[in-house]
Structure formats: C-alpha cells, structure tokens
C-alpha cells in the first residue's frame, strides 16, 4: 500500500511539491494541514486522546482533529473528512485563520505545517475509531489553558503550539457564534407588601415566598445585575456582556445613543393588592436629580381577577390645587380615573402620569432602565419590615402631569419614543430576517410554548437576542402569545 502524500507549500500557501508523511516529517519540508476545534453549547472543545499505536505522540491529548488535505481536496472537505474518519462526526466547519509552526518530536521527526484552523459546532458525543483514537473529552478552554501549564507533557506539540497561538482567536469566534443565540437570565425576584404567587401559579416561577410582587427579567439597574442562566455566558452579567461587546449586543445606532447603559428594564408583575398611587419622573428631571433615565413604561396584562382595574390619571378638569386638597385629605380615588382591563389589554405609562396597578392583576411591564419611583399613597399600609413606606408628595408634585391621558394602545404594533413592540399572536410557526434591524429583540412569552432559534421558550420567560442575530425563528409548540420588544 502506497504511503500517503502530504502537499508540501512555501510559506504564501502554494504548492511546490509533494512527499510522503514520513519524508515530510524526516526532512521537516513545510506542507499543508489542518486542525479542527469542535465546540458544545457550553463552549466546551472535543479532545481526542491519540490512539497508543501511533508513530508519533502517542496517547496524547490534542485538538478534535488535525490531519493533511490529500491532493486536489479543499480545506472544509479535507476537515470534515477526518472529522468521520476519526470522530464519526458531521457538522458544519468554518476557517478562522491559518499559521507556520514547526515542532521537533523526541523521535527525530519534526512537524513543520502551514495549518488551516477550523471551528464547528456540536452536541454530539463521538464515535471514536480506536485505530485513531483511544479517548475523548470535552473540557473549556480555560480549563484546558490551566491545564496545559500544570501538565505540558499530557498535550502533542503541535496542539500547545496551535492553543496558544490561538487561543484569543477561539474565545472571539466563540463570543461571535454564541451573540447570536437567544440568552436567558436569571429573574431577580422581588417581595412586596402587595406581592402575590400568580407569578408562580401563573407563570411557573419558583418564587420565594407568596408576597412576590416583581420578578425582573433583564435588568442592568445597580445592584440588580441580570446573571446569564446557562450555556456559553452562564455566570456573566448584562452589564459585562455590553461592556465587552457593545454593538454587537444592541445595535450600533442603540450603542451610539445609550453606551455601556442598557436601555430598558424588564419586568413581570403579580399586584394581590393595590400599589401605591405613584408616579415617575421625565428624563430631564431624573437626571438632574438622579443621574438616571426617567421612567416611561408600558403594561401588558397577562391575567386579571373579575373587577381588576388600573388607576391611570386624573379625571378630566382636575386641577393641581385639586390635586393638594385630596391628597390633605387621604381622599385621591375620587378624583383618579379607574379602567377596568382584561387580559390582552396594553397601556402605555409616559412620565408624569399619576398611576397604580390594582389588585388582582398580573402584567408585564417594559420600561426605561430605572428604579425611580415617587410614592403619593399607600393605602395607609406598612412595609414587609412592618413600617410605614416613605412618600415623596414633593417630589411627585413637580412631576404630575396634571393634563396626561389615559393611552391604551390597541393594534399588533405599539411605538414609543423609547421602544418598540410587536405583539405577536403565534398559531404556527413564526420567521423574520432581522438582520438590518440593528437592535437587540427581548421576547417576553406572556402564553404558550415555543422554540425560539432552538432554544426552549416557556410562559414567564424572557430572552435576549443580540443585535448579531440574522433571523427569528420561532417553532410554536403550543399556540400564545410573545411580546417582541425592540428599539
């Protein structure tokens, strides 16, 4: 049997020749190679460990595989051929770059390669060929980079040349692959004195206790950091993976107005009881103040109990100074326009609108990022800690629009100065190029039971997609509805 011939090349990658392996390795003639890098979903790379037998580097750990094109092969085929041959394995390989090393072998021979270095994706265990192969493991790079410097003489050669080389390379194709998946956080969970467990009973939360009146799904308000749930950015927080990569996260236009701030905030909110009459301030006042957004919000109710009303507004011809005597009074209902909603019902909350979500109603809220809140009334009731909430009356008086109209908004399309939302009634399957919208989709699942770009969607959830992502798809396994919300 003829021994296999490697392409031998000069340095700008042409051929100049061919030679046997072996020959190629006794002389150290340059030739042409590559290696290939297969990654999990959690961004963990295949290693095989070289099967006892082989001339050269025996039972060492290396990349997924490395091999040498045959004549007239390209690099993608030459790459998924030995992905078969040795890992019994497909998917789909990508070129990131190619680099000269040259690695003497305690035996004499030397490996002298241009290398093609491909990546691929895959959640498939192997199907090792023990002629090649006498062991696997999937392992971070992290871990690998520690253990590489712990145990150097575990590793071939040509791998640690390779790793080192491109290990920064490896974590941005990683950042840039796993951008364009929907990421998931962890909700951060809020007790209220007027919580509830709707979020729990309706939305399958596992909610602390059953006074929990918030569940915030993305946030980047201080101190209430969203933490990635799991998969490549598990443990990382919002504010991280904006700071690190910035428009590829939320859309140039979107980084070029707001920075390292997120923009939005995103809640659930279960009302058992009354919330305290309250109102918010506009941008202007909320960063002379507070150095902060203002908080403009939207609600979008989920569920609510026979009688549930919004309180949004005064009533018409309400003056301030009417305004002053009802509220020396403790008497504010009289003059505050009462809705009653039902689900499906979405009510746009601008700055300076007196409002209060009434009992018995569970929504989802979009806002501004901001925490600001002047409390008016509370309905004379203590806090969890058994103490009066403070009120901010004087603050809440600069900030009332005493003119502000009740604004329910109705339609598939909702535009805000401060975001947008498709309301999305899903009975089949769903798909949108969004590769030119260059902003970040969150998606709240308000009902059913979804796949969205393969990543499981139920009630009470919410994702992220970075800007990056090309398209939504999105598999309905049991018809609902999806807010997508965007700017």
Same mark, same amino acid.
């Given at each position: 049997? =003829?021994?296999?011939?490697?392409?031998?090349?000069?340095? =700008?990658?042409?051929?100049?020749?061919?030679?046997?392996?072996?020959?190629?390795?006794?002389?150290?003639?340059?030739?042409?190679?590559?290696?290939?890098?297969?990654?999990?979903?959690?961004?963990?790379?295949?290693?095989?460990?070289?099967?006892?037998?082989?001339?050269?580097?025996?039972?060492?750990?290396?990349?997924?595989?490395?091999?040498?094109?045959?004549?007239?092969?390209?690099?993608?085929?030459?790459?998924?051929?030995?992905?078969?041959?040795?890992?019994?394995?497909?998917?789909?390989?990508?070129?990131?770059?190619?680099?000269?090393?040259?690695?003497?072998?305690?035996?004499?021979?030397?490996?002298?390669?241009?290398?093609?270095?491909?990546?691929?994706?895959?959640?498939?265990?192997?199907?090792?060929?023990?002629?090649?192969?006498?062991?696997?493991?999937?392992?971070?790079?992290?871990?690998?980079?520690?253990?590489?410097?712990?145990?150097?003489?575990?590793?071939?050669?040509?791998?640690?040349?390779?790793?080192?080389?491109?290990?920064?390379?490896?974590?941005?194709?990683?950042?840039?692959?796993?951008?364009?998946?929907?990421?998931?956080?962890?909700?951060?969970?809020?007790?209220?004195?007027?919580?509830?467990?709707?979020?729990?009973?309706?939305?399958?939360?596992?909610?602390?206790?059953?006074?929990?009146?918030?569940?915030?799904?993305?946030?980047?308000?201080?101190?209430?950091?969203?933490?990635?749930?799991?998969?490549?950015?598990?443990?990382?927080?919002?504010?991280?993976?904006?700071?690190?990569?910035?428009?590829?996260?939320?859309?140039?236009?979107?980084?070029?107005?707001?920075?390292?701030?997120?923009?939005?905030?995103?809640?659930?909110?279960?009302?058992?009881?009354?919330?305290?009459?309250?109102?918010?301030?506009?941008?202007?006042?909320?960063?002379?103040?507070?150095?902060?957004?203002?908080?403009?919000?939207?609600?979008?109710?989920? =569920?609510?109990?026979?009688?549930?009303?919004?309180?949004?507004?005064?009533?018409?011809?309400?003056?301030?100074?009417?305004?002053?005597?009802?509220?020396?009074?403790?008497?504010?209902?009289?003059?505050?326009?009462?809705?009653?909603?039902?689900?499906?019902?979405?009510?746009?909350?601008?700055?300076?609108?007196?409002?209060?979500?009434?009992?018995?109603?569970?929504?989802?809220?979009?806002?501004?990022?901001?925490?600001?809140?002047?409390?008016?009334?509370?309905?004379?009731?203590?806090?969890?800690?058994?103490?009066?909430?403070?009120?901010?009356?004087?603050?809440?008086?600069?900030?009332?629009?005493?003119?502000?109209?009740?604004?329910?908004?109705?339609?598939?399309?909702?535009?805000?100065?401060?975001?947008?939302?498709?309301?999305?009634?899903?009975?089949?399957?769903?798909?949108?190029?969004?590769?030119?919208?260059?902003?970040?989709?969150?998606?709240?699942?308000?009902?059913?039971?979804?796949?969205?770009?393969?990543?499981?969607?139920?009630?009470?959830?919410?994702?992220?997609?970075?800007?990056?992502?090309?398209?939504?798809?999105?598999?309905?396994?049991?018809?609902?509805?999806?807010?997508?919300?965007?700017?």
């Amino acid at each position: 049997m =003829q021994e296999e011939q490697v392409i031998l090349v000069n340095a =700008q990658d042409e051929v100049i020749g061919y030679a046997s392996k072996m020959a190629a390795h006794e002389k150290a003639l340059l030739h042409r190679a590559f290696s290939v890098f297969i990654f999990n979903d959690k961004g963990e790379l295949l290693l095989q460990q070289r099967a006892a037998h082989k001339y050269h580097s025996p039972r060492l750990w290396t990349n997924t595989v490395c091999s040498h094109q045959r004549k007239d092969e390209e690099n993608i085929s030459a790459g998924r051929r030995r992905l078969m041959e040795e890992m019994g394995m497909t998917t789909k390989l990508k070129e990131v770059f190619h680099f000269i090393y040259k690695a003497p072998f305690d035996n004499g021979l030397t490996e002298h390669e241009l290398d093609h270095v491909m990546i691929g994706f895959s959640n498939d265990n192997p199907v090792i060929n023990p002629d090649e192969v006498m062991a696997y493991k999937w392992e971070s790079l992290d871990k690998i980079a520690a253990d590489i410097q712990t145990h150097p003489q575990h590793y071939t050669e040509w791998f640690k040349i390779i790793f080192k080389n491109s290990l920064n390379h490896l974590k941005q194709e990683l950042d840039n692959y796993f951008l364009q998946n929907p990421i998931k956080f962890k909700p951060i969970f809020k007790e209220k004195p007027w919580g509830g467990n709707k979020l729990k009973t309706v939305l399958n939360k596992a909610i602390p206790s059953d006074k929990t009146g918030e569940s915030w799904e993305i946030s980047t308000v201080p101190h209430n950091l969203s933490v990635v749930q799991s998969g490549y950015f598990k443990g990382q927080n919002l504010q991280e993976l904006l700071q690190k990569h910035e428009a590829a996260l939320i859309g140039k236009k979107n980084y070029k107005k707001y920075g390292d701030d997120f923009p939005l905030l995103i809640k659930y909110i279960d009302a058992a009881d009354d919330l305290s009459i309250q109102v918010h301030p506009d941008d202007d006042m909320a960063q002379k103040l507070h150095r902060s957004f203002g908080k403009n919000e939207l609600w979008h109710i989920i =569920q609510a109990d026979e009688g549930a009303c919004l309180y949004i507004g005064f009533k018409e011809g309400i003056t301030k100074n009417d305004y002053i005597k009802h509220l020396n009074e403790g008497n504010l209902l009289p003059i505050i326009n009462q809705i009653p909603v039902k689900p499906g019902d979405t009510f746009y909350i601008p700055a300076g609108t007196l409002h209060a979500i009434g009992k018995g109603i569970l929504l989802a809220e979009v806002q501004q990022t901001s925490d600001i809140t002047y409390r008016i009334f509370d309905w004379n009731r203590s806090g969890l800690d058994g103490k009066m909430r403070p009120l901010h009356t004087r603050e809440a008086l600069k900030a009332l629009d005493f003119n502000a109209k009740i604004d329910k908004r109705t339609g598939r399309y909702i535009e805000t100065p401060y975001f947008k939302i498709d309301r999305l009634q899903l009975n089949e399957n769903f798909s949108q190029d969004i590769a030119n919208l260059d902003s970040f989709i969150i998606l709240m699942n308000t009902e059913g039971y979804f796949e969205v770009n393969g990543k499981l969607f139920q009630k009470g959830e919410s994702l992220l997609l970075p800007a990056v992502t090309s398209k939504l798809e999105i598999n309905t396994l049991q018809k609902g509805h999806i807010l997508k919300i965007y700017l």
